[in-house]
DNA sequence: CCCTTGGGTTCGGATTCCGAACCTTAGCTG
DNA sequence: CAGCTAAGGTTCGGAATCCGAACCCAAGGG
């Protein structure tokens, strides 16, 4: 397995990892899909600044990832909510919750369960070939660069 | 779906979140999976300061993603390799880049194309339950707090 | 014995982050 | 209707990070 350059603006990898690797986006989105929607609750829950959070808030929305929406309670409110592209992003936040469960797991265990709602099954997440079936880790998988690299 | 409050420091997305929400981990790590190895390698094709990357290659090692190896070329060199918790997080970057692949994906297309080494299938990422089996999206899970919320 | 290469460390300046205070709009209270 | 409060932000100044560039050092090679 030789080292491969990719051009990072091409990467479907990079892109993402440029968003999401920025502080709090991943924990917002974890805030998200746990069913959190308003300002204040994603502050007080998360203990970020209001400023910051303000602008990730900001770049989520501008990024189609969640969506600001006017609506009535007592009054006026605004809320944030997961967007088809943001909804889509589920496997990745399972896929590192899963991770977390087995490598950072603290000592009580993980702080929340997640269950099929219908079945009551176990949720998993698994990287599997669509021709065979085969369940595939890192040496399975052969990376085919598509474009000369530029180096 | 209610809004679930959860103390940060016990949540498995969120300690996980907190390590590879930080800037450049995820680059690294994909760089990682692509096969570089070296120092040197690392700072030319992701483009990042030398002093920073310093800094992540540590945590990456103490966290034991990485493990730093010395061998021999024509003299002494240092490679970072992936460990098994390393390895791990394989489904983490697949879901990363089929959500790249659908949702930023550049006009050209991904950069590289991904295959089962043996079959010459595509890669897919599924979360699904591990009961009866059927593909799951954010709505089909339930979430069930196991510790009380502090708030 | 000097040059190059890999793998870093050490600066100063530029960004980003943070906490705290402030602003604005509405409803609710007396 | 004057004043209070809650939601949802903005706007500071100081602290922590990041960056590029320069420097360091050990091991070969010529």
Request: glycine fraction near 10%; include cysteine.
């Given at each position: 397995m030789a080292h491969v350059k990719v051009a990072d603006e091409l990467c479907t990898v990079?892109?993402?990892?440029?968003?999401?690797?920025e502080?709090?986006?991943?924990?917002?989105l974890r805030q998200a899909?746990?069913?959190?929607?308003?300002?204040?609750?994603?502050?007080?829950?998360?203990?970020?600044?209001?400023?910051?959070?303000?602008?990730r808030l900001g770049t989520l929305v501008e990024e189609g990832i969640l969506r600001r929406?006017?609506?009535?309670?007592?009054?006026?409110r605004y809320e944030y909510r997961?967007?088809?592209?943001?909804?889509d992003l589920y496997p990745v936040l399972m896929a590192l919750r899963k991770w977390g469960d087995r490598w950072m797991s603290p000592a009580?265990?993980?702080?929340?369960?997640?269950h099929h709602r219908?079945?009551?099954?176990?949720?998993?997440?698994?990287?599997?070939?669509?021709?065979?079936?085969?369940?595939l880790t890192a040496r399975?998988?052969?990376?085919?660069?598509l474009r000369d690299s530029p180096a």
């Open positions: 990079s892109l993402p990892a440029a968003l999401l690797g502080r709090w986006t991943l924990l917002l899909f746990l069913g959190t929607r308003r300002f204040e609750d994603f502050q007080t829950s998360m203990d970020i600044s209001r400023s910051v959070l303000t602008e929406e006017a609506y009535k309670d007592v009054r006026t997961l967007t088809e592209k943001g909804l009580e265990g993980p702080s929340f369960d997640l219908t079945c009551g099954g176990d949720v998993g997440v698994h990287v599997a070939c669509e021709g065979c079936g085969a369940e399975d998988v052969r990376v085919t660069p």
